[in-house]
């Protein structure tokens, strides 16, 4: 079956560092791929989606490259800030999940320290 | 717009009571999803519409019972609740609910069961 996997957190960083949060999958077929984000005591945000394989998504400073070859969909920041403190989940959508379920990774919480 | 609201924000109940949780979207998405999220984890899904029909049910348990007015419109009714139900609970829309979609959450019901 269709699945997500994500490095486990905590991830502590200081403000200013690079950030990357690997997400790989196992899919059949062509999926879409997401990453939502989840700030303290709210819901899940749409961060960024890519469609196809090479596709880059990226939003407020984030990036995320589909990669076919590697089944891989990391998330990457150039300079985090304390404001990006959340968890962050990896997410699939694929055509042979029944009703358009989206499967998550277990998702990364990322600390940022002024 | 991509706007999910989702009322009420807090709800704390007991075990006998009767609430119920709403859920709106204006995008014109034909399908409308409810998760159940513990602390830090992925949400998991409960149940499914599709044009305003129930389309997957997740064996929840029976004192979960939703409520599709319209296509805009998702309610969730509680009733005799148990303590580990206590949980965010999220709605989501997207285009169709089959395939391949974008899923867009609200900011969630905080239900604490005493």
């Known amino acids: 079956g269709n699945s997500v996997t994500q490095m486990e957190g905590p991830v502590t960083l200081s403000e200013e560092a690079f950030l990357t949060i690997n997400c790989t999958y196992t899919?059949?077929?062509?999926?879409?791929l997401f990453w939502y984000v989840q700030y303290p005591g709210e819901g899940l945000q749409l961060l960024l989606k890519?469609?196809?394989?090479?596709d880059k998504g990226s939003n407020k400073g984030f990036e995320a490259t589909y990669r076919k070859e590697t089944t891989s969909f990391h998330l990457e920041k150039g300079s985090v800030q304390v404001s990006d403190s959340a968890v962050y989940f990896c997410a699939l959508s694929a055509s042979n999940n029944q009703g358009g379920k989206l499967i998550f990774g277990q998702g990364t919480e990322l600390s940022v320290k002024p | 717009d991509t706007e999910v609201t989702q009322t009420p924000k807090h709800l704390v109940m007991g075990m006998t009571n009767k609430k119920s949780l709403k859920c709106e979207q204006h995008m014109g998405h034909r399908a409308m999803y409810w998760y159940k999220q513990k602390a830090k984890k992925p949400p998991e899904l409960m149940f499914v519409y599709s044009y305003e029909k129930l389309s997957i049910n997740e064996s929840v348990p029976s004192r979960f019972s939703p409520e599709c007015p319209n296509s805009s419109l998702l309610n969730l009714h509680l009733h005799a609740l148990q303590p580990e139900d206590s949980a965010l609970y999220l709605c989501a829309s997207s285009q169709e609910g089959g395939g391949i979609e974008t899923q867009y959450f609200g900011p969630g019901t905080r239900l604490l069961v005493l």
């Open positions: 890519a469609t196809k394989a090479d």
């Open positions: 899919a059949t077929g062509y999926p879409s």
